[in-house]
Every structure is written in C-alpha cells, then in structure tokens.
C-alpha cells in the first residue's frame, strides 16, 4: 500500500498552516510587531479567569419595561382622546394596560377608532396593543392591552438599544479589547479585561441615567405630584410633568466648583435643547426645579436668572470619582430600561497570572507523564504517536486561534485531559497492528489491517466524547464553554494527528526501511498484560455487581449526609478570595462578618495562611440585594486589613442560580439519553442497557466523591461528570465493537466465553488508555490549584472507576440480558454466511470494521 501524493500534501499544508497559526502564541510582542501581515499574527485570547478583570450579566428589567410602557401609554391616551376631543371620566393604569372610562356611550366607536392609532404592527397579523371595548366601572369606555408579541419586541428593542449606551459608557472609560454580546433573549453578557472595582462596573452599567428637568410642586395639592428624595435623604415634592429631558445633552464633564472646589458635573444641552432651557428658566425665575437622575434628585437649585447659554452645572456632595462616573454615563446616554446584574465574577490580575503558571506547570507535567508512557510500551514507535500528541497540542491551539476562541483555565484543563484521551487512537492502532502482525501477516498488511479494523472503534469512542461535549457547550456558561471547545477541537483533531497522519508516516517508515513484519514491543520488553491471557472475568460477576450495589448504596447515603457541597453557580450567594497582608486569624474576621446580619458565613484559610475564602448565603430580596452586601463584606474586611486584596468575587443571584442548576441536570441527563441512542442503533439494545446503567452507576460513585471529599459541586464539577459520561461509553465501546466482532465470528462459543475472551483482548487497551489518561489528569489535580480541583480530582477517580466498570459491570449485565434473550429464541448479531476461504466473514463498513 503506498501513500497518494496529494495526500500526503494535503497533510503537510494542514500542519503548515497549523504551525503558523500557533506560532504567534509563543512569540514575543517586540517580534510579532515586525511580523509580515500576510502571516497569522494574532494569538489565543485569555479568559478573565487568566488575565483579570470583571464579567458580568445584566438582564433587562421588563416588569419596569412594561411598568413604564403603561404610563407612557396612559399618557398618550389622554393626549390622544383630547386632540379628538373624545371626553373620558378616567384614565386607570393597569398591570398590563390602561382602562379608560368615557363620558358618551356613544363615543366608544370613535374612541377605539383613535386610539387604535397607538398600536405599531409586529407582525404581518399582529400589533403591540389590543384596543376593544369593555365595561369599565359601570359605563362604555375603551381597554388598551399591552400584547405577548409586543413585550417581546420592546424587550429586544430595549436590549439591542442597550447594546449600543453600554458600547459607548465602555468606551468612556477606555477598557481594551471590553466583549458585550447579548445572549438569550433578555441578557447582555459584558467582560471587561483589566477592570476589577465591580462596585465601578455595576455604578457604570447598572444605572439607567435617565435624566430630567423638573419644577417643584406644592405638597398642599399633591395632584401630578410626586416625592423624591436626594442623596442627604431630603424630600422634594417634584411634579411628574418633564419641562426639559436629558435626551437634549450635547455633553458632560468632571469638574470643580471654582468657589468650593467641590467636585461638579458641567453639561451642555444642543441647539434645541439650550433653546427650550432657555425659555423655561426665563419663564420660572425665582422658582426652585430639579435635576432628577433616575428617580433620585440630583440638585434642587432656585432658578436666579434665566440661563440662555445652554450650559448648566450639577452639585451634590459628590466625590471625584462619582463626578466622573455620572459625567461619562450623561455622555453616553440613558439606557431604555434598567439593567438588573444577575451575576458578576471579577478576577484580580495578580491571580489571573498565577493559574496561568499553574496551568502550564499542569500542561507540562501531564505531556511529560504520557510521553514517558508511551516510550516505554512501545519503544520506537511509541515516539511516534508522542509525534502526533505533540502535533495535536500545537493544532489545537491554532485552532483556537482561527476560530478567535477565548482560553479559559477550565480551557487549559481541556487541553491537558485532551493529551491523555488522544493516545487512546494510537493505543488501538499499535494493539491492532501488533495483533495483525501475531497473526503472521507482512508489515504493510499488518498496518492497512490494523488501521482499518481500529478505525470503527474510534469513531465511535470519540463520537460519544463529542457528544458529551456538545451538550457541556450548549448548556454550559463561561469558561466552562471554553473546556467544552478545546476538548472538542482535541477529539477532532486527535481523529487526524492519529489516524491520518500517523498511517502515513508508519507506512513510509516501513517502506524505507523495507520491513517484512512490525514488531511493536515495550521498551524493556515487559508487557503488564501478557500475551495469551485467559482471565475468567464472568466467573467474579456476581461479586462485582453485589460490591456495587453496596457503594451505590454508601454513595446515595453520603449524598445524603453531609451532602453535596452546592458551589455559588447552583445555590447562589457570594464567594471572595482575598489576599491578607499577614497570616489571617480567622476569629476577628469570623467576628467581624458575623455581626453583618448577612445569614451564614463561612470562612476557611486556602493556598497559604494569607488567603481567605469567604462564602456567604443567598440574601434574600433578589439581584440588587447580593451586590449591595459586597460592599458590605469588602468594607468589613478592609476594616480588619486595610491593605488586603480581593484576588476573586463571584455573585450569582437567585434567577441564575435556579437556572444553572436545571441546565447543569438536563445537560447530563440529555447526554446520557444521546448515549443510549447512538450504542442502541450501533449495536443492539441490550449493549445500550448495559451501558446506560453502568453509566449511572460511574456518575453516583463520583458524586459519592464529592460529597466524601467536601469539593464544590459547581459548573466545572458539570463538567467532570459530562467529561467522564463521555469517557465511559468511550470505554466501554472498544470492548463492545471487539465483543460485536467475536460474536459473528465465534458462533459456536457460548456468550460468555464470547466476552470473557472480547474483555481479555482488550485488557491491554482499557488498562493503557486508562493510565495515560489518568497520568494527564494527574498533574491538574496537583499543580490545578482550588480552580480546577473539582474537575481533575472527580475525573481522576471517574477514570480508574470507568475502566472498572466497563469489564466488572456492563459485561455482566450484557450477559445477563443475552441469555435472557437466547432463552427466547434470540440471538445477538445473527451469523452471516461463509467466505469461500471457509472464515465467517463479516458485513463491510465503518459499522462492523471492529
């Protein structure tokens, strides 16, 4: 067999272009400044877990939204029905629309034919408003009735508006390289690199900055009148009636009061807007108004002469930094509605560096571990398939960088993992060939026969991984996506590193070498499976399955008792690191907490005697209520240690929590359906059963773990178990595809002799791709850091379970319900006819090649 030209380019222009893709991630900026522009310069972006800085979720407020639709719509109506002169009695604000009561019966015709003039079409067949005639209070009048369609539209007409005021505040501010997407249909997703002061981002994003201009009213006829109050808590009775809005400012900026020098806010209105202020200042002078922001009042001045210059200035006890952030929010627009922050996670750059050089200790130490692994089984060739691994990192990376894909630590943790679970390819190609070349065939034969027959078996475990992983990306959130990303470049770039590219060099090292066999053996020549084994694993099957019925049941209890310990993505609250300027004795801090009136704080000492980890309950009342006892918990702290630090602050308020949580159990159970799907049309049903129940039996033992060990069960603990659902079937479909195979061409064999002699041929397998894969994960659990602990410490244990399970448990239960079925008349993989050779022989394609 020779290797086609045009292939062999084709791979080597693929490998080009990865490498130049990957190079400017290792590259200097001194270097890459020069670099030619016709080649890729653009390295791997870092996630703010890396590099620092605030990520929040901001989602719009559409009970205010409708809230705020109804009065305007209020409003409109009164205007509307008067220009016609259409008399009402009254005009009543509803939850979802405005009820008017008319004066003449027989006006209601006319009025619903006007007032049908303030629906806006949304649809080919339908408006934003239902406008009919009801009784109201006794009497004809008209309903106006805010329609699904139409709240749908104004929330997405509010967000996409939004989009553009909180595009044009960043700016204000000058983050670099900020990321503001809306996600879903009510969220904005805004991450800001470098900028950690959340309580600066949430005074920056969360304001609304709808400004006004009001006159004062007489708190004796409190008609169209309401009260507000400033920041001293002064009342003021402002009338509800807008004289000038804050849509009419040309410009905002910081400054001093030259007689005070106190800090101000200078505005200047446009052409219309100095007009209009002009005439309203000249028509009240000697009469106090007020500059409202929001609902609160700004100043209250007394109007001393009328102001023509369209200039004006706001004082109110403000700090320099509050005058600056209400400048840049005035320059940038109010927004539409208001932004409630949901979740907010802020990462301190110093830390950000720290699990970087952790990540690339982990990364360094897991590519090592597998090197050496590979070198001594297989000796030379296994260099070769640490070619590929080596290979698969660097494509890895580059594809991450055409695609623009955000690096994440749970990224880095993909990546790591993804250096275990590539050998596996390369595992089943060097059995296969070595078991071809026992067989006595020439050196070419054994490795097309061992390429070809190891490529079903592939296919399908790394199809069941990406499946897994596919579901972690779409109902993971974040940095986990990230893991879910690289994983998933790393299975399907592994499919080419493996397959594609090592075939080609294996075929033209024995070419040039002219060899008539392959001899693919250890390095010192010992193999920890012999040859030739003939283990009676069936005969233990009833142990196995009564010592797992007993660990599922110690699991179920633990999980129980003391329970899951629900990280803040599925219980919601508030978790901080903080980096004290000395060793932290936790009882003045515990003191000092505990009198917040906050709920239950809990503090423990990690990474050192300096760092803390603070965790406090989900406050009652909402969003709002968490990030107003950040402050209050940073107050606290820095009143112990005025220089501590706050390395990380997570807040995840109550909606997001509920929902990570649901998407976190529907992730694993879709993923679980999807495996039984695919074993059930690969192979047959009870191969699928047997599967499936040993799956959840993996998924309990590990949680068992984490309620043993006291790890968080958070997004990334999700990410274990979708990664291990994804590694167990992966397991267990390389003893299927040779049990499939055995049981076709050993018809004569009982079912159990059948999968006694399927498990001990692939026992070198299972026991080889399990240690590689655990010697990957081993280094994260090590040098990972509390980050990714709960990842790498479940998975390590998931794999050595996994591997278990495949031979302990899921081939019992395949010989019980095969038996079950025989006693039936019902024979799995039903005998095909003879060769002419006189050997079964077996269907064509991917689908039986085992």
């Known amino acids: 067999m020779k290797n086609s030209p045009y292939l062999v380019a084709l791979y080597l222009a693929i490998v080009v272009a990865g490498l130049l893709f990957a190079l400017p991630n290792v590259l200097p900026a001194s270097v890459l400044e020069r670099w030619p522009s016709v080649l890729p310069d653009k390295p791997v972006s870092l996630g703010l ?68 003039a303030l629906a806006t079409p949304v649809g080919a067949a339908r408006a934003d408003l239902d406008v009919a005639g009801r009784q109201i209070d006794g009497s004809d009048g008209v309903e106006l009735t805010l329609t699904a369609e139409g709240q749908r539209q104004s929330i997405t007409r509010a967000v996409e508006q939004s989009l553009e005021v909180i595009r044009k505040r960043v700016d204000q501010v000058g983050v670099a390289d900020p990321t503001i997407q809306r996600i879903g249909a009510d969220r904005i997703l805004v991450q800001l690199p470098g900028l950690q002061d959340p309580s600066q981002v949430r005074a920056l994003l969360g304001s609304t900055a709808k400004m006004s201009f009001h006159l004062l009213g007489n708190t004796s006829s409190p008609d169209g009148i309401r009260t507000l109050q400033d920041s001293q808590g002064n009342s003021y009775p402002v009338r509800n009636s807008v004289v000038l809005s804050g849509d009419r400012l040309s410009d905002a900026s910081a400054g001093f009061d030259p007689q005070t020098r106190e800090p101000v806010v200078n505005f200047r209105f446009d052409r219309t807007g100095a007009r209009e202020f002009g005439a309203i200042t000249q028509a009240n002078v000697g009469r106090p108004f007020a500059i409202v922001l929001d609902g609160k009042v700004l100043s209250a001045p007394v109007i001393r002469e009328p102001i023509t210059g369209g200039s004006g200035q706001i004082s109110g006890s403000f700090t320099v930094q509050e005058a600056g952030t209400l400048s840049a929010l005035l320059r940038a627009g109010a927004l539409p509605a208001k932004l409630t922050v949901i979740e907010e996670r802020s990462v301190g750059a110093d830390l950000g560096s720290d699990v970087i050089q952790k990540g690339v200790y982990a990364g360094i130490g897991a590519f090592v571990l597998v090197f050496l692994f590979m070198f001594v089984l297989y000796g030379g060739w296994g260099l070769l398939a640490n070619i590929a691994l080596a290979l698969n990192v660097v494509l890895t990376v580059a594809g991450m960088s055409l695609l623009g894909a955000t690096l994440t630590l749970p990224g880095i943790a993909g990546i790591v993992l993804g250096i275990g679970l590539s050998v596996d390819a390369n595992v089943l190609i060097n059995e296969r060939i070595r078991e071809e070349a026992l067989k006595g065939k020439p050196a070419m034969t054994a490795i097309d026969a061992g390429f070809q027959r190891a490529y079903a078996t592939i296919m399908d475990s790394n199809v069941t991984a990406l499946i897994a992983t596919l579901l972690l990306f779409m109902f993971g959130s974040g940095p986990v996506r990230g893991f879910a990303i690289t994983m998933a470049l790393g299975i399907v770039i592994s499919m080419f590193t493996a397959v594609s590219v090592v075939k080609v060099i294996m075929l033209s090292i024995a070419r040039r070498r002219r060899l008539k066999t392959m001899q693919i053996r250890p390095l010192f020549g010992f193999r920890p499976v012999p040859d030739g084994t003939q283990f009676n694993f069936m005969k233990a099957r009833f142990a196995s399955l009564g010592l797992s019925a007993l660990m599922v049941v110690g699991c179920v209890l633990l999980m129980f008792k003391p329970g899951l310990n629900f990280g803040i993505d599925f219980r919601g609250g508030i978790q901080m690191e903080v980096a004290a300027t000395a060793p932290a004795d936790l009882a003045p801090y515990r003191a000092q907490l505990a009198g917040l009136g906050l709920g239950e704080v809990s503090l423990q000492a990690i990474g050192g005697e300096d760092r803390l980890l603070v965790r406090v309950e989900l406050q009652p009342g909402g969003e709002a209520q968490q990030t107003a006892a950040v402050e209050r918990l940073k107050s606290a702290v820095l009143a112990i240690d005025p220089q501590a630090t706050f390395d990380r602050t997570e807040v995840v308020g109550p909606k997001v929590s509920g929902e990570l949580a649901a998407a976190g159990v529907l992730a694993v159970i879709l993923a679980s359906i999807a495996m039984l799907i695919y074993i059930w049309v690969r192979f047959e049903w009870p191969f699928a059963v047997g599967a499936i129940l040993t799956l959840v039996l993996d998924v309990i033992l590990t949680l068992g773990v984490f309620a043993l060990t006291g790890l968080d069960f958070s997004l990334t603990a999700i990410a274990a178990l979708l990664t291990l659902v994804g590694y167990s079937v992966n397991d267990k479909v390389v ?39 655990f010697l990957a994960v081993l280094p994260l659990a090590i040098w990972g850091g509390s980050a990714v602990a709960s990842f790498a410490v479940p998975m390590a244990f998931g794999i050595v379970i996994a591997a278990c399970t495949s031979i302990f448990i899921a081939a019992p239960i395949l010989l019980f319900l095969g038996d079950w079925r025989a006693r039936r008349g019902v024979v799995m993989f039903a005998a095909v006819a003879p060769d002419p050779s006189g050997q079964t022989s077996t269907r064509t394609g991917p689908a039986d090649a085992a």
């Open 49 to 116: 877990d890396l590099r620092g800085g605030s990520h929040l979720v901001l989602e719009v407020d559409g009970t205010e939204l409708q809230r705020e639709r109804v009065r305007t719509l209020g409003e409109e109506a009164r205007r509307t029905l008067r220009e016609a002169d259409v008399p009402w009695r009254s005009v009543q604000a509803g939850e979802r629309g405005v009820s008017i009561a008319l004066r003449d019966a027989g006006q209601q015709a006319r009025a619903i034919d006007v007032l049908s």
């Open 735 to 773: 003893v299927y595809d040779r049990m499939r195979e055995n049981l076709r061409s050993h018809r004569k064999r009982s079912l159990r002799e059948v999968i006694d002699l399927s498990i001990n041929q692939t026992l070198t397998r299972s026991l080889y791709t399990s240690v590689t894969a």
